[in-house]
């Protein structure tokens, strides 16, 4: 399976003719699992960084997985991959250095195996840099099968 995130504070881009990865402002995500099943499950994790803002990189050049994580999920348990999360482990390099620091915004993907199904679910927060109004969407995020092959797909 695999969640979109976006995480952090996205200021106004200085140059006027140029865009930034998303709209201005604040972002949070918030990637829910839950194990349903009646025996534990291993579960992989993973993410893929495609924008930080401290280091903007051309958006047409494939990037590569961080290394996975792996943790227990128990019978009927859940846990949360969040943007704490997703910055100090997933995103961890080599050295173990975590990922960008609180607020640059970061986006990519947060990659979930598991031999068993899970119930997974996205939530994601945005607010105006100057708004206290915030928005809220909830995406169920669905399995994903390596097997289906992109000439069937096209």
């Avoid at 047409?60 to 949360?80: C, E």
């Avoid at 961890?92 to 640059?104: E, F, L, N």
């Avoid at 986006?107 to 105006?128: C, F, N, Q, T």
Wanted: with cysteine; net charge neutral.
């Amino acid at each position: 399976m695999r969640a979109k995130f976006v995480r952090g504070t996205l200021k106004p881009v200085k140059e006027k003719a140029k865009e930034g990865p998303v709209e201005v402002g604040c972002y949070s995500t918030a990637i829910n699992l839950h194990n349903p099943n009646y025996s534990a499950s291993n579960i992989a994790k993973k993410a893929v960084l495609l924008f930080d803002a401290s280091k903007p990189n051309d958006p047409a050049t494939p990037m590569p997985p961080y290394p996975s994580t792996v943790v227990r999920l128990q019978p009927d348990w859940g846990l949360q991959i969040d943007g704490d999360h997703i910055r100090d482990v997933l995103l961890r390099d080599a050295s173990g250095k975590p990922g960008p620091k609180v607020p640059i915004f970061i986006k990519g993907w947060v990659v979930i195996e598991s031999h068993e199904p899970l119930d997974v679910v996205a939530v994601y927060m945005v607010r105006g840099l100057h708004d206290h109004a915030v928005s809220i969407t909830t995406e169920r995020v669905t399995p994903h099968h390596p097997s289906d092959s992109f000439e069937e797909v096209c």
